[in-house]
């Protein structure tokens, strides 16, 4: 498949700067991207915005879109509204809820506010984590005031490291809304959320898209095999579904190395390289568009 990665996006990649210790850093990550013949990427960081730095590396390199958005760790406040409001206004392409200081991360990883295999080197020990939901079980009125935010924008929600049933309520709740919100479902297969084929089946929307990862098939997570993956696309065939890599990691593969390898891996499982294109091209400018 010489010309799969041609055309390709990647939505989910990190580089530095990071906290995290990193393989590349933006610059060198969007020439391995440009070399491979992506037609873009989304640029993530647990730390903070990566809005502005992405337009400074968009304009720098025209034969390849370059996006940012925000995530909501303790870094920006949480769940913050305003600081939703601001990334929108500076061309976010993406907000992330809480991924490692969610805390269902804490729960599933065992490690709050990181990662067994990376460390941020912080002074500061990291809070208890945010919640989606209240004690009775509904959103919190800071999702409902970003969703507010979001409502009607061309800037997706991502479900960060949310719970399943914090997805499932925060799905019901755009959906009450008239589906006025883009909903990506963050890696489905890895340790937060590890969706299984009953939920993955109840998120199936127009506005929702669920995305794999390369980086949930390996070592340093190892959450899911190639045929766990082949398994949920063939269980779940009308979902939206989008590969992407979460690739950055000091030692791991490049995007398009684990683009490439998650691309023939789902191939060898069954899946048709016609429906492993649409995922890695038409599905994603579908969402970001």
């Known amino acids: 498949m010489p010309d799969l990665l041609s055309g390709a996006w990647d939505v989910h990649v990190h580089a530095a700067p990071s906290l995290f210790p990193r393989r590349h850093d933006a610059q060198q990550l969007t020439t391995e991207a440009q070399a491979a013949g992506y037609e873009g990427l989304v640029w993530k960081s647990h730390h903070g915005s990566t809005v502005e730095a992405a337009a400074v590396l968009d304009a720098a390199t025209p034969s390849l879109t370059v ?7 303790r870094f920006v406040g949480g769940l913050n509204p305003s600081a939703v409001d601001a990334a929108v206004a500076l061309g976010a392409a993406v907000v992330w809820l809480p991924t490692i200081d969610a805390v269902h991360h804490g729960r599933a990883l065992g490690t709050p506010g990181g990662f067994s295999f990376q460390k941020d080197g912080l002074k500061r020990p990291p809070p208890d984590g945010f919640t989606l939901t209240d004690g009775a079980g509904g959103l919190r009125r800071e999702v409902h005031a970003i969703l507010e935010v979001l409502a009607g924008t061309q800037t997706v929600l991502a479900t960060g490291h949310a719970s399943p049933q914090e997805i499932v309520t925060l799905k019901q709740a755009i959906d009450e809304r008239g589906g006025d919100v883009k ?4 890696h489905a297969l890895f340790h937060a959320p590890k969706l299984d084929i009953a939920t993955l089946k109840t998120l199936v929307g127009d506005r929702v898209w669920v995305e794999l990862c390369e980086l949930s098939t390996r070592p340093p997570a190892s959450a899911a095999t190639f045929a766990d993956v082949a398994a949920a696309i063939r269980a ?3 979902a939206r579904w989008i ?3 979460d690739a950055g990691q000091q030692g791991g593969p490049s995007s398009p190395e684990a683009l ?4 023939l891996g789902l191939v060898q499982e069954g899946i048709s390289e016609a429906d492993v294109r649409r995922y890695v091209t038409s599905h994603p400018r579908e969402l970001l568009g």
């Not at 996006?67 to 760790?73: D, M």
């Not at 909903?183 to 963050?186: A, H, V």
């Open 243 to 245: 590969l992407a890599t």
């Open 67 to 73: 996006l940012g958005g925000l995530t909501l760790n």
């Open 183 to 186: 909903l990506l479902i963050n």
């Open 260 to 263: 490439e390898r998650f691309a």
């Open 236 to 238: 779940v065939p009308d």
